[in-house]
């Protein structure tokens, strides 16, 4: 069964099972891990809660939506 990324996609779900997307998680949402706030608020929050607390505008949501389904997609 494919897997499809939403942006209610819980970042906890995709850290534990697609753990190449890790890389392109500390890219995008770098300010959580610069502040040491990775455990609490990525393993809560989904990448809609994630782009709406650093303000993403929809063309960023959907770069890193894309490049999510990328990813899962070649492991698949």
């Known amino acids: 069964m494919k897997f499809k990324v939403s942006e209610d996609t819980k970042i906890s779900l995709l850290l534990e099972h697609y753990p190449e997307t890790e890389d392109l998680i500390k890219e995008y949402f770098k300010?959580?891990?610069e502040?040491?706030?990775e455990d609490i608020v990525l393993n809560r929050l989904s990448l809609?809660?994630?782009f709406n607390v650093l303000d993403f505008d929809t063309k960023?949501?959907?770069e890193v939506l894309d490049k999510l389904s990328k990813l899962i997609e070649n492991k698949e």
Do not use: C, I, P
């Open 31 to 33: 300010f959580f891990y």
């Open 35 to 37: 502040n040491r706030l």
């Open 48 to 50: 809609k809660g994630a």
């Open 60 to 62: 960023k949501r959907k």
